[in-house]
């Protein structure tokens, strides 16, 4: 079993910037790649960044130069810092990983509220 708790959610104008960070805990092993998925009210749940265990990281086009996912592996801990936030960033905020033996965990959530 693993254990995913996320923090750093609140409400922030447009433009503002937040931190989002996950710690992991339990049975971990080794990650290759782990994940920050967001679900926006009455939409379908979406990957907004990956990252390797090398640190090479991929994001939805909608948050490109906006967001900076990073991990600590050391700390087993993964932080998303999300700059220029639009109101259409507006959802809940979930650490994603994937383990090796093929299950997939998620957190309880962050909710993130951007005002215009």
């Known amino acids: 079993q693993v254990q995913l708790v996320e923090s750093g959610g609140g409400l922030v104008q447009a433009g503002g910037s937040l931190r989002l960070s996950c710690v992991a805990s339990?049975?971990?092993?080794?990650?290759?790649?782990t994940y920050w998925d967001r679900q926006a009210p009455g939409k379908q749940r979406e990957m907004v960044a990956s990252?390797?265990?090398?640190?090479?990281?991929n994001y939805v086009d909608s948050v490109k130069g906006r967001f900076t996912i990073s991990r600590d592996n050391a700390k087993n801990t993964m932080y998303l810092q999300m700059n220029s936030l639009k109101p259409e960033d507006t959802a809940v905020y979930y650490c994603?990983?994937?383990?090796?033996?093929?299950?997939?965990?998620w957190g309880k959530g962050t909710l993130v509220t951007v005002s215009a």
């Open positions: 994603h990983v994937p383990t090796a033996d093929g299950r997939n965990y």
């Open positions: 990252i390797t265990d090398g640190g090479s990281a």
């Open positions: 339990g049975n971990i092993g080794r990650i290759d790649v």
